[in-house]
Nanobody, 125 residues
C-alpha cells in the first residue's frame, strides 16, 4: 500500500494550499476513511481531519475547522486537503493516512492503518 502526498511547497501567509494524496495498492479503497495529519518542527503530530468512505461525512479538528476542506475521489483513489487563510504556524510536514472503520466516528484519530510519506508546507509571513 502506498499513499503519495504532493502539493507542498512555499506559500505566502493568507494564501491557500491544496494537497493531494494518491493511494495505490489498497484493496476496497472506498471502505477506508482517509485523513490528514501534520507535524511541525519540534511538535507532536497533529490530527487535522478525516472523511468517511462515501465522502459525505467529514470531521475536522477544532484547530483548523473553517479553514480546511477534505475531499475524496473514489474513482481515482485520491484524497485532497484544501487549506485557506494560511499562517506561518501552519508550516509543517503534512501526511495523508487511511484507516479502516466499520462505523463512522466523528472524532480525532490517534493512529491510522496506513500512512503517506509526507509533504512539506512552508508558510512565509
Amino acid at each position: 500500500v502506498q499513499l503519495q502526498a504532493s502539493g507542498g511547497g512555499l506559500v505566502q501567509a493568507r494564501g491557500s494550499l491544496r494537497l493531494s494524496c494518491a493511494v495505490s495498492g489498497l484493496t476496497n479503497f472506498n471502505r477506508y476513511s482517509l485523513g490528514w495529519f501534520r507535524q511541525a518542527p519540534g511538535e507532536e503530530r497533529e490530527f487535522l481531519g478525516h472523511i468517511w468512505q462515501s465522502g459525505r461525512l467529514r470531521y475536522y479538528a477544532d484547530s483548523v475547522k473553517g479553514r480546511v476542506t477534505i475531499s475524496r475521489d473514489n474513482a481515482k483513489n485520491t484524497v485532497t486537503l484544501q487549506m485557506n487563510s494560511l499562517k506561518p504556524e501552519d508550516t509543517a510536514i503534512y501526511y495523508c493516512a487511511a484507516k479502516y472503520l466499520t462505523l463512522w466516528r466523528p472524532g480525532p484519530w490517534a493512529e491510522a492503518s496506513y500512512w503517506g510519506q509526507g509533504t512539506l508546507v512552508t508558510v512565509s509571513s
